[in-house]
C-alpha cells in the first residue's frame, strides 16, 4: 500500500512535527517511536506516557435489543456490567476460532461502546450487522472521534489533574466516567494494553487532540508503536495476528476467563465447550531467554530434536534485560519452569517457559521494601 | 544530521574502520545505528579469527530488525569490544567510540583506498532516502 492511501489520525500532523517515525499498520500511519523506543517503554513503567490509538476501531452499539444481540455476539456476560463498566471480551467464530478481541463499554442501560483492532473494524462491523436485531443501530465512530491512552504509575493523576476530575482516581481497573471538557464528554476509562496503571480516552478529535497536548505539557511523554509492542509483550497481552485468530481457540489462548458459558447462548458457545472437553494439544505460554537476542514470530521452539512450538511475538524486554517471547508450545511442555531451546536464524537459544504475566517483573525501585 | 567523521573510512554496508600503524578498529556508522534504533544485540568473532574483505564477522540487532556485520577489510581479529556485546546502547551513544566492534590487524592495507570518505559517504546516505 503507498503511503499517501494510509489513512490518517487526527494526531497525524503533530506526530510528524515531534519528529515521529511514521509506519504503515493495519492500514493507518501511525508513529512506530519519537525517539527511543526503550525509552519510551521504561517512561511508561516509570512515569507516564502517551500514545495515540486513533487507529482502534468505535463502534456504538445501541437500541431496545442491544444487550441480547451483544450477549449472542461476544463471548463475556454483558448482563454483568452496570452503566460506566467494561469489560474485555471475544468474537468467536461458530468453531470457536477468535474474530476480535476486544472492549465493551456499557454507556447506559441500552448504550454500548465497543474498540476493537483496526485491522479488524471492518469485519467485526460486518460481523454483528450479520447477527443484530432491527431495533438495534451498529454505528461506527472511528473517524469522527479520537482515542489517547495515558499510561504509567503516574498516569491516573496527571489525568485526572488535566481534566481537574478528582473522581476519576476513585474509578476501579475497566471503569469509566464521562468527563465535561470543553463542552463535550470524554469517556475516561481505566484500562490499558501495557500492564500499567492509566486511562484510555474517547472523545471527539477536536477535545482529544487538545487533551494530548494538555497532557504532554503536563509531564507524559508521546510513545510510539513500538514501546506499545514491547510493554503488552511484558504483560503478557495477546496481539490479534500474532498470539489469537480464526484459527486459536480461547481455551489454548489461556483466555477462557473472558468466556462465560454460563451465560447461555452465544455464538461459539458449543463449539468451545467441545474443545474444552476434547482437551487442546498447545497452549500459550511466556518464554525467557537466556540472551538479549529477541525471538520473532515464526522462529521454532525445541525440546531435544523435537520442534515442540513457536514464538507468536517476541521483543527485547528493558524490564528483563533480556529477549522474551510469548508463543505456543505443546500442552506437555507448556508448565512453568521447563526448559526449552528457540531457534533464531540457526542458533539454538535457550529459553524457560513462564506464565504469561510473569514476563512481567518490576524494576528493582519498585521492589524494594 | 548523522555525524560522519573525516578521520575514518567508510564501507558501503555501513561500516567504518580507523587505522593505527597496521591496527584497524571496526564500527557501524551513526547513520546505521539511527537507522536500526535502540540496539539490544550484538554477537562478535572470536579473537583470532582471520576474516576476510567483505566477509560477515558478526550480527547486530535492533528492537525493530536484524542485521549482519561485513568486515570492510581482511585480517586476524585481535581484540572485539566485550562491553558492547553486555552494554549494546553504547552502539547508539557513541558509534565511533566506545561502540566499537572489532580490532584486526590489516593484511592488505591497499584495501584502505577502495573505501570511502566521509564526503563520498555523505552523498551515499544522502541517496539513501525512503527510510
Redesign the interface.
Known sequence: MAVSDLKRTPLYDVHLAAGARMVPFAGWAMPVSYQSILDEARVVRQHAGIFDISHMGRVCVEGAESLPVLQRVTSNDVSRLAPGDAQYSLFLTPQGGIIDDIIVYRRRAQEFLLVVNASNTEEDLRWIREHTAQSVAVVDRTSETAMVAVQGPHAPSLVAGVLESPALLDLGRFQFAEVEFRGTLIVCCRTGYTGEDGFELIGPVQEVSSLWERCIRAGAVPCGLGARDTLRIEAGYPLYGHEIDTHTSPVEAGLMWVVKLEKGEFIGRDAVMQIRSEGVLRRLVGMLLDSRIQPRQGYTVHAGDAVVGSVTSGTFSPLRHCGIAMGYVATPLARPGTRVEIDIRGKRVPARIVPKKNLLAPYPEHSEG | MSKIPDNVRYSHTHEWVRCEGDIATIGITDHAQSEL??I??L?LPEVGRVLQRDERFG?I?S??A?SELFSPVSGEVIEVNAGAVDA??VI?EDPYGNGWMVRVRLQDPSELDTLMSAEEYARLIAGDGGH
Do not use: A
Request: charged fraction near 45%.
Open positions: 534504533g535502540d539490544t544485540y554477537d550480527e540487532e528492537v525493530k536484524v549494546t546502547e547508539n
